[in-house]
């Protein structure tokens, strides 16, 4: 029987991308009791509504997969909410699993937790050592806090708040927004809808030069509930308590240019893909250093390749039963022969 047995698990965020990736893998875990609540039933943000949600739940183990998240248009314009609703949420239910004598946490944080110019892979204890990405700062500062916050209750109260920094992740759940996806289902979008309006070309901004690291969600859910898994002593090992994060990323990279190929093919698109060399390229690389994490015996299975055309299954399933939201999304596409260009998240 597994370590979750009798353990009641609050998924927070259960019906986003990586979120319901975990209810997926916790669901097939023996005995495994789940405590489930939208973000209409449980405000986050609400310190009242959480402390009396905690107090009513005798909850054994918490994965906070809830955060406000967005592509790089909404982060550029509403950072205020970016930086206040994620330190709301983490403050609120890092604070009240400690209250409520929680057993275990998992935070999740994000890859631009790192400095701008980290060096390549990126290692644990690259945190704080230099300025990071502008343009989401905001959300990048939220995210840093929610791992000091997990690090500043286990040492002054011994809880076991643990932290795991996801690489770009994609798969069924995704965000597909036309402005306002990462690269991986953007691509996804434009293709497809290239190929529905037969458009011509496809410009992408960038030279598709820079070198992305992705990791399919199912592969993610597997690494946190692996992590999850481990004793704190076998964690105190790999970690300092300054320094407690780890990485988690598949350590294969792709330039855009051939991930844009990839995607094409997978959709069927045919057309022609032209690269906007006069707009910006983002960091020419990112990958994250998951030795630490891959030394507890966690490794990713799903290969790109078929993770995409599971990703591109889900979206066209998500397509045929909202045919008219789809139809208005593609509308002016259809009246041109020439896509946007695509200004992504790399
Ligand atoms: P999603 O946007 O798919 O899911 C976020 C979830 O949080 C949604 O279910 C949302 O509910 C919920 N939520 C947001 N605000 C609140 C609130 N105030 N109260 C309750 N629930 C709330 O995000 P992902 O699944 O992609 O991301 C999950 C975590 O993984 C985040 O911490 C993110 O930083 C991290 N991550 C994701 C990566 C990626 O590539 N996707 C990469 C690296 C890290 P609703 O939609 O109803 O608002």
């Given at each position: 029987m597994s370590k979750h047995a009798q353990e009641r698990v609050f998924v927070a965020g259960h019906r986003?991308?990586?979120?319901?990736?975990?209810?997926?893998?916790?669901?097939?875990q023996a005995g495994c009791q789940l405590i489930l609540r939208s973000h209409e039933e449980l405000d986050l943000t609400q310190e009242s509504q959480v402390q009396d949600f905690?107090?009513?739940?005798?909850?054994?183990?918490v994965?906070?997969?809830?955060?406000r998240v967005g592509g790089i248009y909404a982060n550029q314009h509403y950072p205020a909410e970016f930086i206040r609703q994620n330190l709301q949420i983490e403050s609120n239910v890092i604070h009240c699993a400690w209250k409520h004598r929680m057993q275990k946490l998992l935070f999740l944080g994000s890859s631009c937790i790192y400095p701008r110019a980290a060096p390549q892979p990126i290692r644990e204890e690259y945190l704080l050592g230099g300025p990071l990405e502008a343009t989401n700062e905001a959300y990048a500062i939220a995210k840093i806090a929610g791992i000091k916050l997990c690090e500043s209750y286990n040492r002054q109260y011994g809880t076991d708040f643990r932290?795991?920094?996801?690489?770009?992740?994609?798969?069924p759940g995704d965000n597909f927004h036309k402005e306002d996806s990462h690269v991986l289902p953007g691509l996804i979008r434009r293709f497809h809808d290239a190929?529905?309006?037969?458009?011509?070309?496809v410009m992408i901004w960038g030279s598709g030069q820079p070198l992305r690291e992705f990791l399919y969600v199912d592969d993610m859910a597997s690494a946190c509930l692996h992590l999850m898994r481990q004793s704190r002593e076998t964690l105190a090992k790999l970690t300092a308590p300054q320094?407690?994060?780890?990485?988690?990323?598949?350590?294969?990279?792709?330039?855009?240019?051939?991930?844009?190929?990839?995607i094409a093919e997978i959709t069927g698109y045919e057309g022609h893909i032209a690269f906007d060399n006069s707009k910006p390229d983002g960091t020419p690389?990112?990958?994250?250093d998951s030795s630490r994490l891959r030394s507890l015996g966690w490794s990713p299975r799903m290969p790109l390749r078929e993770g995409i055309r599971l990703t591109v299954q889900h979206f066209m399933a998500l397509q045929s039963s909202t045919p008219?939201?789809?139809a208005a999304d593609t509308a002016h596409a259809s009246a041109a022969t020439r896509t946007e260009p695509l200004a992504l998240r790399v």
């Open positions: 986003g991308m990586v979120g319901s990736a975990i209810v997926r893998a916790l669901r097939k905690f107090a009513e739940q005798a909850i054994g183990t994965y906070l997969a809830a955060a932290s795991i920094m996801p690489t770009n992740l994609y798969g190929q529905v309006t037969q458009a011509s070309e320094c407690s994060h780890l990485n988690a990323g598949s350590g294969e990279e792709i330039r855009i240019a051939m991930l844009a190929l990839l690389r990112k990958l994250l008219l939201a789809n």
